[in-house]
């Protein structure tokens, strides 16, 4: 389990660390999204990633799919950001200016991928390349001077 705790830090913190959505907004989203939002959130986040040159030959995930998980994230997102949250957005977009709306699909994102990332099944996965990892010489780097 220490391993899995390791391998979420390593991943999630470039992502954590890029969330710039105001704290109300992002509070607001949190709020206004339901179980099945984050779920359509991580389908939308994988099928996308799922596009990239280097990874497309292992995705079996098709056109179709793709689409439909793009429209059920851009009425999400026109539903959280239009009607749920549109006081917090008003009061971002005063105080951040329009890149408010970039940060709240890359929060939209973050949230796909921290759906994703929380599966166990998927840090079992991401932790198994430590097994083939030299840990006593990684270990013994990071004590040397």
């Keep these: 389990m220490r391993h899995l705790a390791i391998v979420l830090s390593f991943v999630m913190s470039p992502l954590l660390c890029n969330a710039q959505v105001p704290a109300a907004l992002g509070k607001c989203i949190v709020a206004n999204i339901t179980a099945s939002d984050r779920q359509d959130l991580a389908r939308w ?17 098709r056109a179709e799919a ?7 994230v851009g009425a999400l997102f026109t539903r959280t950001m239009r009607d749920e949250c549109a006081n917090e957005v008003q009061e971002a977009a005063r105080a951040e200016g329009p890149p408010v709306v970039r940060s709240a699909i890359n929060f939209f994102t973050q949230l796909g991928v921290q759906e994703l990332m929380v599966n166990h099944d998927v840090l079992a996965a991401l932790s198994r390349f430590s097994q083939f990892a030299d840990r006593e010489g990684v270990d013994r780097a990071a004590r040397a001077k």
């Design 45 to 61: 986040v994988f099928l996308s990633m799922a596009t990239h040159p280097e990874v497309k030959q292992f995705s079996n995930g």
């Design 66 to 72: 793709a689409e439909a998980a793009a429209r059920k």
